[in-house]
């Protein structure tokens, strides 16, 4: 008997050849000296080393970049943190510095109070609208954590709550707060630390912070003690004249705009006390027609269309009185006798705000050799 063929099958791929370009390089490598062997292969090596030392260098300048950058930024922090600067001026400063170090600052770093940070202020705010105080950290149970009012009614609340705790020799509670705000069109946040029962409404605690930066520079000088030896210098030079200019904006800008706001607030709260005054038809339209006299009040400083905010801590202008009582009260009302009763007590009220300040807003004193 025969035995079966056995047919075996390989599927072993055969090796193609080599491309013509492929083959002229070997065979003009192949007619290279030895001496020209190793020098062309040195000159490859050299080449790679020297390519792999410019990414070594590149990747350490990057990251020295981005550790200065880091540090400023934690630096920039903390200026509006301490309530020595608002967090739009710390942002603009910011661009302008970041970049001069940095074309690629923003792929490096994004700090929080750039747009669109946690830290950074409110996109939108509605312009009729009081500024808003948020407590942002707490030790007093008056003042929780998250709790929001009015800059007016805080304002109030904060000096009530600090006259009970020096009657009852309290403590003083610290405490911090964030006040969103629309000014010149422009929305914007400023951080406070307050000492609740330490003396002083809101206001009164944010002119002493302010004048205690103004007056002394050592203050200025310990922001940046936590900044590393290499960088302290050339920072501190760099941010010392940025620092005065903002303070020196809180104190003549930012605080007037906030006394005005509780300027209003207090005039809308008199205002409401007229309501009792009136009948429970009167009632309605007196108090829709006080909230379209503040609202169109507010919205004309928040939008900086007022060039020089009355100072309603020392006068109350008789126009905007007589044209807040026009506005406030309907026409069907001039034929009630109460019409004549509201003027009379509108009148009263310019009055008596033109002989005194507010209550909690004493016109600050300045010191010889205090600049105003």
């Known amino acids: ?161 600090g006259e009970l705790y020096r009657a009852h020799n309290q403590e003083p509670q610290p405490v911090k707060v964030k006040i969103d705000y629309m000014k010149n069109g422009q929305t914007d946040r400023y951080f406070l630390p307050l000492q609740i029962g330490a003396g002083g409404s809101l206001l009164t605690q944010m002119r002493e912070h302010i004048g205690s930066y103004q007056v002394n520079q050592e203050k200025i000088s310990q922001l940046f003690h936590s900044v590393p030896d290499e960088y302290r210098a050339s920072l501190q030079n760099e941010l010392t004249p940025f620092l005065h200019n903002s303070l020196d904006g809180l104190s003549k800008e930012l605080l007037p705009y906030f006394q005005w706001h509780c300027g209003v607030g207090e005039l809308g709260r008199q205002l409401e006390e007229q309501a009792d005054m009136l009948t429970e038809n009167q009632r309605a339209a007196f108090q829709t027609g006080v909230r379209n006299a503040l609202d169109g009040l507010r919205q004309s400083l928040n939008l900086g269309v007022v060039p020089e905010p009355p100072a309603l801590y020392r006068e109350q202008p008789a126009r905007e009185i007589e044209i807040a009582a026009d506005s406030i009260l309907p026409k069907e009302t001039q034929r009630v006798p109460s019409r004549h009763s509201v003027k009379v007590r509108l009148k009263k009220i310019r009055q008596n705000v033109k002989t005194k300040p507010v209550v909690g807003h004493p016109r600050p004193k300045f010191q010889r050799g205090q600049s105003r």
Not at 12 to 20: E, L, R
Not at 49 to 66: C, F, P, Y
Not at 114 to 131: I, Q, R, V
């Open 1 to 161: 008997m025969s035995r079966p063929r056995c047919t075996a099958v390989c599927n072993v791929p055969i090796a193609q050849p080599p491309p013509a370009e492929t083959c002229l390089e070997l065979r003009q490598v192949s007619t290279l000296s030895e001496e020209q062997s190793l020098y062309h292969f040195g000159k490859v090596v050299i080449s790679i080393a020297a390519e792999s030392r410019m990414k070594e260098i590149t990747g350490n300048l990057k990251q020295d970049v981005k550790d200065l950058l880091g540090e400023s930024g934690s630096l920039f922090t903390g200026f509006f943190k301490r309530g020595v600067c608002t967090v739009r001026a710390v942002a603009d400063k910011w661009k302008a510095f970041a970049h001069d170090i940095s074309g690629t600052v923003d792929e490096l770093m994004k700090p929080p109070f750039a747009e669109g940070g946690p830290e950074a202020p409110a996109p939108l705010l509605n312009s009729k609208d009081e500024p808003m105080v948020t407590v942002v950290e707490s030790t007093d149970e008056h003042f929780p954590e998250k709790l929001q009012m009015p800059l007016s009614q805080a304002e109030r609340r904060i000096l009530q709550i």
